[in-house]
């Protein structure tokens, strides 16, 4: 079936179930603490984040900004900072505490507690763009492995989000911008006595700011909750997400800006691919009491897709035609399935009259099973498929114990102890055209991490709190990566926190916090240069503070400003002695983020956001012949948003993002004096029309 088949097929049963519902209630979801809805970690989730640093993002900071993915909306927290790749079927690279998720795999990625992070790439990509925005309620942006309710691959943080579940909702949202960029969402909910619907859609197309850059992408999403009884519900949530798009960019690395931004090789048009993915997720809660619960879910995952990429060969700038038959790139195709199941108990109790306790207890399992292979493709046959150098099929397993309690030990001082056992196993098999590892059979390692969590959060006033914390984590290599199958001497490459903080409310028109932190890496996997072999004996150290100012002078005014500094630096590298001391690249120094917003009930409103990223290093490298020590350009991002409320339905936005038109050149020049580009957008303009019936 087609790309477009398929989309026909999927707005026609958006369509008919949203034809079921004609009538319209004004009336939002909203998230609460209390245990009266379906969550598959914990009820009480939100009171482990008191103790830390982490933010706490709700449907209206989410549905209301333009973005080009879903990971944008991170950057709302101190101490965020984000990457664009350039390439529209490829999420950029969030980075959190100088920590990288998206491709770098240390951010997990959750959609009402189920992992969205792919344990089939090789760094644990996740791919958040298969979410609808509408359908989000809220996000919890956890900085660091501090939350016992998380495991693989969360050791910079965890962003948790949570789907509305109820309520009589019917919203829709029209945007149009720059590059003919479409974005149409949907959400129909109802409250049909004891059962509950919830249908959200969401039609996406952008022609790209580069040649050859066009992107479609189609998610769908229906969720059924049913009251068993008073004490007994369970929900059904079916998703469905389709995206194809163009990749011109990839063709070219060290180029010129126009050929960077342009085909590169010629090929550029031959660049993309394109991605399905359906998840089936089963929840059941059961509710002893108002104070205890029993949870379980299940789901499964499949997801296919395709990616093609033509470059240039090595050696350009070519001052001879290239030769027919020169290898430029490869095509490459992948086919993931996925289940998981959990169960969990949570209860709150009153112990001695007065001192609150609450705990969590539960355990997750999760099987991957991933099929993948690569055809080297050459000029000037296209897509042709020539050798075929990658066949493999990996599976992982990977079996979780956790629990947390939360203990309130006096008036003004509150425990939280939490506790992981992770156990992770898997296997290898690789074809006979395999190059790198032909007829492989292999097992990996059993892999056995224990995670100690620790908070303490002291309130001596009533609108003051402080806290601390401390969290171990961990990461391994994904299954896309042969070595930890046939590396048995390999562990996990562990993560540690130290944070210290405040949050006060000394009036009730202002609010501030700060935070300061120590993030240490142990066991990271490097090639002896001796025996050419991998093994865990690296380490990183990143230390830095953050601080937050909100304040609302007038109603319906809201001022916040907030600062990172970050300073993260190698401690031991076994392969490159040279980089000890010096500072990882990448990372920027200074993130600064001031916004303005005012946003009353109905008439005029505004905001003004702008957000600087300062002192990135991009090369620290003494041994470098050329440019060994080298800064990227400073970068600052200046959105704009004007807004005409109609009423309490509807909503008219102008947005105008990146309004500077700030494009740096986030690359080391080579010898040529060539830059790898940033590929960042430039300025775009966007209409939105917000409906809420």
């Not at 989410?62 to 879903?70: A, F, K, L, P, Q």
């Not at 040649?211 to 059924?224: A, L, M």
């Not at 691919?273 to 499949?302: C, E, I, M, P, W």
Request: net charge negative.
């Amino acid at each position: 079936m087609s790309f477009q088949s398929r989309n026909l097929h999927m707005c026609f049963v958006i369509v008919a179930l949203a034809a079921v519902f004609p009538e319209a209630v004004v009336q939002a979801q909203t998230g609460s603490s209390d245990m009266d809805t379906i969550e598959v970690r914990s009820s009480f989730r939100r009171e482990e984040l008191q103790s830390t640093s982490a933010v706490v993002l709700e449907n209206r900071n989410i549905v209301e900004r333009v973005y080009h993915t879903m990971q944008h909306i991170l950057m709302q927290s101190p101490g965020v900072s984000f990457s664009e790749y350039g390439q529209q079927g490829t999420v950029g690279s969030i980075m959190i505490r100088g920590f990288s998720g998206g491709h770098g795999g240390d951010v997990g990625f959750y959609y009402d507690g189920i992992p969205l992070n792919d344990g089939g790439h090789a760094d644990n990509y996740a791919d958040p763009t298969v979410l609808i925005p509408i359908e989000i309620e809220s996000v919890e942006i956890i900085k660091g492995p501090v939350s016992a309710l998380y495991g693989r691959g969360n050791g910079a943080g965890t962003a948790a989000f949570q789907g509305i579940k109820r309520g009589d909702i019917t919203r829709f949202l029209l945007r149009y911008g720059s590059f003919s960029s479409m974005d149409a969402q949907g959400i129909v909910a109802r409250d049909d006595g004891q059962l509950h619907h919830v249908y959200a859609f969401q039609a996406y197309h952008d022609d790209g700011w580069q040649n050859n850059t066009k992107i479609d992408r189609f998610n769908v999403s229906g969720r059924w909750t049913y009251d068993v009884s008073p004490e007994f519900e369970v929900s059904l949530n079916l998703r469905a997400s389709s995206g194809k798009w163009d990749e011109g960019n990839r063709s070219a690395s060290w180029l010129d800006p126009k050929l960077a931004w342009d085909d590169g090789s010629g090929e550029g048009n031959l660049n993309g691919g394109h991605r399905d993915r359906y998840d089936a997720r089963l929840f059941a809660n059961y509710f002893l009491d108002r104070n205890s619960q029993v949870s379980f879910y299940f789901f499964a995952t499949k997801l296919e897709n395709n990616m093609a990429y033509f470059g240039w060969p090595a050696g350009w700038p070519y001052v001879t035609p290239i030769a027919d038959g020169t290898l430029t790139g490869n095509d490459q195709t992948g086919k993931r399935t996925a289940y998981g199941t959990g169960l969990s108990y949570s209860q709150r109790s009153t112990v001695l009259g007065w001192h609150d306790l609450s705990f969590t207890i539960g355990t997750d399992y999760l099987r991957e099973d991933q099929k993948r292979d690569q055809w080297r493709t050459r000029y000037p046959y296209g897509n042709r498929h020539f050798e075929h150098y990658t066949d493999t099929r990996s599976k992982l397993d990977t079996w979780s114990l956790f629990g947390e309690v939360n203990y309130r030990m006096t008036e003004s001082l509150k425990t939280r102890l939490g506790w992981r056992y992770d156990r992770i196993w898997g296997t290898v098999e690789t074809g006979p055209e395999h190059a790198a590892a032909p007829n492989l059979r292999a097992s990996g390692k059993t892999l056995e991490i224990f995670s100690p969590k620790v908070g303490l959060l002291f309130e001596p006033f009533e609108k003051v709190s402080f806290y601390a914390n401390y969290g171990k984590g961990f990461n391994i290599p994904g299954l896309g990566n042969i070595q930890y199958f046939t590396q048995n001497q390999l562990k996990p490459t562990i993560r540690e926190q130290y944070e210290v903080g405040f949050r006060a409310v000394p009036l009730d028109w202002l609010e501030l916090g700060s935070a300061v932190y120590l993030a240490e890496t142990s066991d990271d996997i490097q090639t002896n240069p001796d025996t050419n072999d991998p093994e865990n004996a690296g380490s990183t150290r990143r230390k830095g503070f953050e601080t937050y100012v909100r304040m609302t002078p007038e109603k319906h005014l809201t001022m916040y400003a907030d600062y990172a500094y970050q300073d993260a630096r190698t401690v031991v590298n076994i392969a490159s002695r040279h980089l000890e001391g010096r500072r990882l690249t990448s990372v920027p120094r200074h993130i600064f983020n001031a916004e303005v917003d005012y946003s009353p009930p109905d008439g005029f409103g505004a905001r003004a956001r702008f957000n600087w990223n300062a002192d990135m290093m991009l090369r620290d490298d003494p041994t470098a012949a050329v440019n060994p020590v080298y800064r990227g350009e400073n970068y600052g991002r200046l959105d704009l948003q004007a807004s005409y409320r109609f009423s309490e339905k509807y909503k008219l936005s102008l947005d105008v993002l990146n309004a500077t038109n700030d494009r740096p050149r986030q690359g080391v020049p080579n010898a040529q004096g060539h830059f790898l580009y940033w590929a960042v957008p430039p300025t775009t303009v966007h209409l939105t029309m917000q409906m809420d019936f």
